[in-house]
């Protein structure tokens, strides 16, 4: 995807600095799928080793580092004292700590690019999530260069601007084993180490890789030369995103419409059939009030019945006593006789002969015997 180029180094240094050129697909990223756990790994290698890998060249580098080593050190008394104490302290100090207290230390007080803490694994998931391109700083307390390019060269106002601005920062020690694989990636073979990795098309790829002495410009220039280059795949992925976001809140409202109307419809459903429940339990009351009535005329019906049987029965055996003790009707020639004719209430008239001796009560049981009609016995002579 890119150029090859190569940073442009000071006269003392050139020997030892170098760039790779950028690729658009990426090996294998230390610490990706393992999210940064860590491993046993063998320690990193020795300028001995570097010098049989290197050929001619590494074996000018181990023979003269030295020397370069206390040259460097020399020129720094002169044009920084405070980056000499920091030189003094580090380079021949313990050699051990904290990273954050290492970059401090090499920071002399300036303020340094703020700097993602977590794994690899998360600092390229954070890096993907905020649509960046990631920055790797492999840093190396032993290499010689180390303070000079964190003091002068991260510590930059340019650098921590552009950096906070544009970039995800993220710094591993190269001696821990999760920065000793992921130089091992990368390809590291000197130091300071910067790496840019991102998301292209997909994929994550190593988009630049510049190593050795570099200066703030070529680093500025570097990483502006990159988001020139690759900027527009972060651009696909933020309007993908919106697109998807968009997409997500016409999907959320189409289903909150949909569980609207699915409520609306259940809501429906629920009254039709209360109303129908409703209408049902009134239809059953009043066939319940239908037949409680119903019930009620034939009790009563039966209970008049029986009422006008026992009447009857009653009124049958009241005419049997008072034809029993009725007088015999004396015959037309006796003496001290009467007759006496009386219109019932039903216009039917009757009489009869009674002898002067007989009783009213008589005359009563004979009224009485007379009629057929129930209740007609209510009478006054």
Not at 25 to 33: I, K, Q, R
Not at 71 to 97: E, M, N, Y
Request: with cysteine; net charge negative.
């Amino acid at each position: 995807m890119h150029r090859a180029t190569r940073a442009t180094c000071d006269d003392d240094t050139a020997g030892s600095s170098s760039s790779s050129p950028s690729s658009s697909t990426s090996p294998t990223l230390a610490g990706e799928g393992s999210g940064g756990s860590t491993s046993t790994t063998t320690p990193p290698p020795s300028p001995q080793v570097v010098a049989a890998a290197g050929g001619a060249e590494g074996m000018w580098w181990v023979a003269f580092w030295p020397l370069r080593v206390l040259w460097r050190f020399i020129l720094s008394i002169f044009q920084d004292p405070r980056r000499a104490r920091a030189v003094g302290r580090v380079q021949w100090g313990s050699g051990g700590g904290n990273l954050s207290a290492q970059l401090e230390e090499m920071s002399v007080g300036n303020p340094l690019p703020e700097r993602y803490e977590g794994t690899f694994g998360e600092a390229l998931q954070a890096a993907g999530a905020m649509h960046r391109f990631l920055v790797v700083y492999l840093h190396s307390q032993e290499h010689w260069d180390s303070p000079r390019f964190v003091s002068q060269v991260l510590c930059h106002p340019s650098v921590v601007s552009y950096l906070s601005e544009n970039y995800v920062f993220w710094a591993v020690s190269a001696s821990s084993p999760e920065g000793y694989r992921l130089g091992s990636t990368l390809g590291a073979s000197s130091y300071p180490f910067i790496g840019v990795l991102g998301n292209v098309q997909g994929q994550r790829a190593v988009l630049d890789t510049f190593q050795g002495s570099v200066t703030t410009d070529i680093l500025v220039a570097r990483l502006i030369r990159v988001m020139e280059e690759s900027g527009a795949f972060l651009a696909i992925a933020r309007e993908e995103e919106v697109q998807a976001v968009a997409d997500r809140g016409i999907m959320q409202t189409q289903n909150q419409e949909y569980e609207e109307a699915l409520a609306a419809d259940r809501k429906r459903k629920e009254e039709a059939q209360r109303l129908e429940e409703e209408e049902r339990r009134l239809r059953k009351a009043a066939a319940e009030a239908a037949r409680e009535e119903e019930e009620r005329r034939c009790r009563a019906e039966e209970e008049a019945r029986l009422a006008a049987e026992r009447t009857q029965r009653e009124r049958e055996e009241d005419r049997k006593t008072k034809l029993g003790r009725l007088p015999p009707e004396p015959p037309a020639d006796a003496s001290d006789i009467t007759k006496i004719a009386i219109r019932l209430p039903s216009g039917t008239r009757i009489g009869r002969k009674f002898h002067v001796t007989d009783t009213l009560q008589s005359l009563y049981d004979f009224v009485d015997i007379s009629q057929d009609d129930v209740g007609a016995d209510q009478y006054v002579l």
